[in-house]
């Protein structure tokens, strides 16, 4: 807990040993500019948990549907990948953020656009979501040309970087496709087109759920799970890394491509190499987990239930696809719709934030008292009783949401489960609230809120756009 040379490396070192000390916390963004985006994505979490409750008890139908899984998608997945983005580019590249003010920009754009489509999926005002959906490809186009360029600087780019490059690829297409499909609901055009609505929406969602998330996902995971289990890739590990880095992407795109132009075969091939590629990283990630010597986290805990469930995906997916890739209930791979979703994109979300947001305030709030006086440890900051209350809730709800789907359980599993989800999310706010609240050196208020032109951060260097340190972001 103390040390008398509180450099960045010693900063990462005393919150959780099993960052390494290269990581250099200097060249991370203002405090208030990734926490804003993590807590805006809170908010849109739990109205997708509401939403899907409505849904589940027959509250919203049709395209309502919709406002669901945007909200919780485009919505809490996404705002928070950007987040995520802005902090983890800069601390791992070791480059600065091209433009604080622009990851202002990207973030309210992005809330105000899918919050706006998604009130108008479910009140039916489908003239408003072509309007909404501009706002928020602004906010996507916005967020790829900022994290993009700050890639730019980054030499030579390591696993996770070619990830999140074809992730940014991927985040660039989809809301153009999207508003595509908004503009058809005032002023359809598809129908007289060479490619019909439902291959639209179908490439629009692979590029969506497998281009943009999934990419994202899994380069963070080479960093993060080998990070905070303190092991390395070794063995068959290397090998299934190799396969994924050059089959995911090109299944992906052969995906998206079959769907979209209504080819089985181009679809199946990209389909398999999905399906694998994610079936080997889940091995990688269990072998992680399994070989590690550190005691149980939250996040890591989140992260054994994402390995499990990714494992089990690949199985169903690669039998469905094989039969029918361009079925819609195969939309999203085989088996139950929430699996893939609920219990690997949201499990590996709820995980990393558990860490990410306490690391975030705990640097900018403790880092120079470290080595002259007591300061608390990173998994410190947080409520353990509280934590594992929401894991228990949010478990038990994915598995009901599983097992109900699967075996074509009542209405009522669906939507007690959905409710018990819904509460665990909920609780994991709460938590994740009360460690801003609690430890941030500025109150919460400020965090959501702040001048735009200094990118959320009332420091000396903060009237622009090049990197501070954090001993300058904590005066």
């Not at 489509?117 to 916005?142: D, S, Y």
């Not at 987990?289 to 054994?304: D, F, G, I, K």
Request: glycine share 12%; aromatic share 8%; hydrophobic share 55%.
């Amino acid at each position: 807990m103390f040390d008398h040379n509180p450099t960045s490396s010693a900063v990462v070192r005393s919150g959780m040993s099993a960052i390494p000390g290269e990581v250099d916390t200097d060249r991370q963004p203002p405090m208030t500019v990734p926490l804003r985006h993590f807590l805006v994505g809170l908010a849109l979490l739990l109205a997708g948990g509401v939403a899907g409750v409505l849904d589940a008890v027959g509250l919203l139908s049709g395209v309502s549907v919709l406002a669901h899984l945007h909200l919780l998608l485009a919505g809490w997945v996404c705002v928070t990948i950007m987040g995520a983005m802005v902090q983890f580019v800069p601390v791992w590249s070791n480059v600065a953020l091209h433009s604080r003010r622009l990851a202002t920009v990207q973030l309210w754009l992005v809330a105000v656009g899918v919050g706006g489509m998604a009130a108008a999926f479910a009140t039916g005002a489908l003239g408003w979501v072509h309007a909404f959906g501009g706002l928020a490809l602004l906010g996507f186009w916005t967020f790829v040309y900022n994290v993009g360029r700050t890639l730019l600087d980054a030499r030579p780019w390591g696993v996770t970087e070619r990830h999140f490059a074809f992730a940014l690829a991927c985040f660039a297409a989809v809301p153009a496709m999207g508003f595509a499909l908004a503009m058809d609901y005032s002023m359809p055009f598809l129908a007289a087109s060479p490619v019909a609505r439902y291959r639209l929406v179908g490439a629009h969602a692979t590029l969506a759920v497998f281009g943009a998330v999934l990419t994202t996902v899994l380069g963070a995971l080479y960093q993060l799970a080998t990070m905070f289990t303190q092991t390395e890739l070794h063995g068959v590990d290397v090998h299934l890394r190799r396969f994924e880095e050059a089959g995911y992407p090109v299944g992906v795109v052969a995906l998206a491509t079959g769907r979209l132009l209504g080819s089985a075969p181009l679809a199946r091939v990209g389909g398999l190499l999905v399906a694998v590629a994610l079936g080997g990283f889940a091995v990688v990630l269990a072998r992680r987990l399994v070989e590690t010597a550190v005691e149980r986290t939250p996040m890591l805990s989140r992260y054994a239930v994402a390995a499990v469930a990714m494992a089990a995906w690949a199985l169903f997916t690669g039998r469905a696809w094989l039969v029918d890739p361009l079925a819609r209930s195969a939309l999203l791979g085989g088996g139950p719709p929430h699996l893939l979703v609920f219990g690997v994109v949201g499990f590996v979300v709820l995980g990393t934030l558990y860490h990410v947001v306490p690391f975030i305030v705990w640097v900018h709030r403790y880092s120079d008292r470290l080595g002259y006086e007591p300061v608390p440890m990173i998994d410190d900051l947080y409520d353990d009783r509280v934590a594992t209350a929401d894991f228990v809730c949010v478990t038990l709800g994915a598995t009901g949401l599983v097992l109900a789907s699967a075996l074509g359980l009542p209405t009522a599993v669906t939507a007690v489960s959905g409710a018990l989800a819904t509460v665990g999310f909920a609780l994991f706010a709460t938590n994740v609230l009360l460690v801003v609240r609690e430890h941030s050196p500025r109150p919460l208020r400020a965090v959501l809120v702040s001048r735009l032109g200094d990118g959320g951060e009332p420091t000396g260097d903060s009237a622009g756009d090049g990197p501070g340190t954090a001993e300058d972001t904590v005066r």
